[in-house]
């Protein structure tokens, strides 16, 4: 069975700092990119980072560059996102997803991993 879960959210102040997991299975972890996305009440999801199989970082969203760092480790099956002087606006849900590519349309890119249950974000202001 293929799947993923998210974890490590919380409640954080502004200009503090998280760091979420992923764990997949079911599938051969080190053969795929992976991506985190996010999703704010009321607004679509969206993607955050998107790094390549072999742990090279491709893409960062605009709104999370220079603050948030996406990295692997293949032997562990783990994905994380470490997310620094987090903002108000970083509210959200976070989601990981194995996905088909890592190139300039990854947004939108097949997901090969169903949606987990994802992971709280809360920045308070």
């Known amino acids: 069975q293929v799947q993923v879960v998210e974890s490590g959210g919380g409640l954080v102040q502004t200009g503090g700092s998280l760091r979420l997991s992923c764990i997949a299975s079911?599938?051969?972890?080190?053969?795929?990119?992976m991506g985190w996305f996010r999703q704010a009440p009321g607004n679509e999801r969206e993607g955050v980072a998107c790094?390549?199989?072999?742990?090279?970082?491709?893409y960062y969203s605009a709104s999370v560059k220079g603050r948030f760092s996406i990295s692997r480790d293949n032997a562990r099956k783990t994905l994380y996102l470490q997310m620094n002087n987090l903002k108000h606006e970083d509210t959200s849900v976070y989601y990981c997803?194995?996905?088909?590519?890592?190139?300039?349309?990854?947004?939108?890119?097949?997901?090969?991993?169903?949606w987990g249950q994802g992971t709280q974000v809360t920045v308070s202001s």
């Open positions: 790094i390549n199989w072999n742990g090279v970082p491709l």
């Open positions: 079911g599938l051969t972890f080190a053969n795929y990119p």
């Open positions: 997803a194995a996905i088909v590519s890592c190139g300039a349309s990854w947004q939108s890119s097949p997901k090969l991993t169903p």
